[in-house]
């Protein structure tokens, strides 16, 4: 096999299903005109989708363990694929809900699929920033799609932007078909949801790490679904006009998960997602409360979602060093607790822009990061300790 094509695939992969999450916060104001409801109501497109990520997410380590890494990622990637092609022509709210529900369900199993893909193939030694890199993969997906969104939807509408990115999965589902390596792993295997979970639960460090995980990406999930919503209501921006600060934005966030890699392995990296996640936190807190202009909230949002991105690479990086032949199902508790902050970042940003407007999500983002932080600080050699340490 391969090596570097393999690692191209798994790439391609990371880049579309990220993308297919990413491309509803861009189009906030689009759905939200064309379908005839508010900005807040459209919001919880978001919240649909990252509850059906989360939920399948659980299912999908234990299915990817199980059943093998290749068929798992051409059920799912078929499933996306047709779950976004659709959405371009939902006629209404409901039904464009229920396909994110199922854009959700089909993307959900896909990360801890291709983590454990990678920790089949990849050395020990080199595990942690491989995880790390393709994990980085997320950030250039927002670098490159939230405001290529923008753009699409700025030239053909919401729909079309929704078509486009449905053609780049279906490319990502045939290159999975023709070059992801078969192996003994894809023969059917034993069932065994409840004692993989079982046994990775009983570990200290996942139940620390996906309260940690959570409560950050409450924060971080909050920012990332209303920014853009927030600069087209504030400073009455075009959506092709949004895609620039967009870019940047993303480029913070890909420069955080990248960064995150030389973090992975550090004796001090509690202390480093501690950090990273306290002063982006007080980021988003400012991007929200204190209505600068156009370009120091760009600013802020870059700093701020590009230092809380390292948090939730080190964890999954970390999780690989714990779950022994269960990877993917660890790395699926780990995608369990991003996709239940996202749930819950979206979901009460929503609830607190109806009611209190953008400062109700700016001290939203403020108290998930101080739990976070204290949590990191509180159980901060959690993170150190080997697997043989760690249970109990």
Same mark, same amino acid.
């Given at each position: 096999?391969?090596?570097?094509?393999?690692?191209?695939?798994? =790439?391609?992969?990371?880049?579309?299903?990220?993308?297919?999450?990413?491309?509803?916060?861009?189009?906030?104001?689009?759905?939200?005109?064309?379908?005839?409801?508010?900005?807040?109501?459209?919001?919880?497109?978001?919240?649909?989708?990252?509850?059906? /990520?989360?939920?399948?997410?659980?299912?999908?380590?234990?299915?990817?363990?199980?059943?093998?890494?290749?068929?798992?990622?051409?059920?799912?990637?078929?499933?996306?694929?047709?779950?976004?092609?659709?959405?371009?022509?939902? #006629?209404?709210?409901?039904?464009?809900?229920?396909?994110?529900?199922?854009?959700?369900?089909?993307?959900?199993?896909?990360?801890?699929?291709?983590?454990?893909?990678?920790?089949?193939?990849?050395? #020990?030694?080199?595990?942690?920033?491989?995880?790390?890199?393709?994990?980085?993969?997320?950030?250039? $997906?927002?670098?490159?799609?939230?405001?290529?969104?923008?753009?699409? =939807?700025?030239?053909?509408? /919401?729909?079309?932007?929704?078509?486009?990115?449905?053609?780049?999965?279906?490319?990502?589902?045939?290159?999975?078909?023709?070059?992801?390596?078969?192996?003994?792993?894809?023969?059917?295997?034993? /069932?065994?949801?409840?004692?993989?979970?079982?046994?990775?639960?009983?570990?200290?460090?996942?139940?620390?790490?996906?309260?940690?995980?959570?409560?950050?990406?409450? =924060?971080?999930?909050?920012?990332?679904?209303?920014?853009? =919503?927030?600069?087209?209501?504030?400073?009455?921006?075009?959506?092709?006009?949004? $895609?620039?600060?967009?870019?940047?934005? +993303?480029?913070?966030?890909?420069?955080?998960?990248? +960064?995150?890699?030389?973090?992975?392995?550090?004796?001090?990296?509690?202390?480093?997602?501690?950090?990273?996640?306290?002063?982006?936190?007080?980021? $988003?807190?400012?991007?929200?409360?204190?209505?600068?202009?156009?370009?120091?909230?760009?600013?802020?949002?870059?700093?701020?979602?590009?230092?809380?991105?390292?948090?939730?690479?080190?964890?999954?990086?970390?999780?690989?060093?714990?779950?022994?032949?269960?990877?993917?199902?660890?790395?699926?508790?780990?995608?369990?607790?991003?996709?239940?902050?996202?749930?819950?970042?979206?979901?009460?940003?929503?609830?607190?822009?109806?009611?209190?407007?953008?400062?109700?999500?700016?001290?939203?983002?403020?108290?998930?990061?101080?739990?976070?932080?204290?949590?990191?600080?509180?159980?901060?050699?959690?993170?150190?300790?080997?697997?043989?340490?760690?249970?109990?």
């Amino acid at each position: 096999m391969n090596k570097a094509w393999f690692m191209a695939v798994l =790439a391609l992969t990371v880049f579309a299903t990220i993308s297919a999450t990413l491309i509803v916060p861009p189009l906030l104001v689009e759905i939200a005109t064309d379908l005839d409801i508010s900005v807040a109501v459209a919001g919880q497109l978001a919240t649909a989708t990252f509850a059906a /990520w989360a939920i399948m997410g659980v299912s999908g380590g234990p299915l990817s363990d199980s059943f093998g890494r290749r068929p798992v990622a051409m059920v799912c990637l078929a499933v996306l694929s047709a779950s976004v092609l659709a959405s371009a022509f939902a #006629p209404n709210f409901e039904t464009l809900v229920a396909l994110r529900v199922l854009t959700g369900l089909g993307g959900g199993a896909l990360p801890p699929n291709i983590i454990g893909a990678v920790a089949d193939v990849i050395s #020990p030694a080199r595990r942690g920033r491989t995880v790390a890199a393709l994990l980085a993969i997320q950030g250039l $997906a927002s670098g490159i799609s939230i405001p290529l969104v923008a753009l699409l =939807a700025d030239v053909g509408g /919401w729909r079309f932007a929704f078509i486009v990115y449905g053609l780049i999965l279906v490319a990502a589902l045939v290159a999975n078909w023709l070059w992801l390596p078969k192996g003994q792993s894809e023969r059917v295997r034993t /069932w065994a949801f409840f004692s993989r979970y079982l046994s990775l639960v009983s570990m200290r460090f996942f139940r620390v790490a996906m309260a940690v995980n959570i409560t950050q990406r409450i =924060a971080f999930w909050g920012t990332i679904s209303f920014f853009a =919503a927030y600069l087209i209501s504030t400073f009455e921006l075009s959506v092709g006009y949004v $895609a620039l600060p967009l870019a940047i934005a +993303a480029a913070g966030q890909m420069i955080g998960s990248y +960064a995150a890699s030389f973090v992975v392995n550090h004796r001090q990296r509690a202390f480093f997602i501690a950090a990273s996640t306290a002063i982006g936190g007080v980021c $988003a807190f400012l991007l929200f409360t204190m209505g600068l202009g156009l370009w120091a909230s760009v600013a802020l949002a870059a700093v701020g979602t590009g230092l809380m991105s390292m948090t939730f690479p080190v964890l999954v990086a970390a999780s690989t060093e714990y779950s022994g032949e269960s990877k993917a199902t660890g790395v699926g508790l780990m995608g369990f607790s991003n996709q239940a902050g996202g749930a819950l970042g979206a979901g009460i940003a929503g609830a607190l822009l109806a009611t209190t407007g953008y400062v109700g999500v700016g001290y939203m983002c403020l108290v998930a990061v101080i739990v976070s932080a204290l949590l990191t600080g509180l159980f901060g050699r959690q993170f150190g300790e080997s697997a043989s340490q760690s249970r109990g």
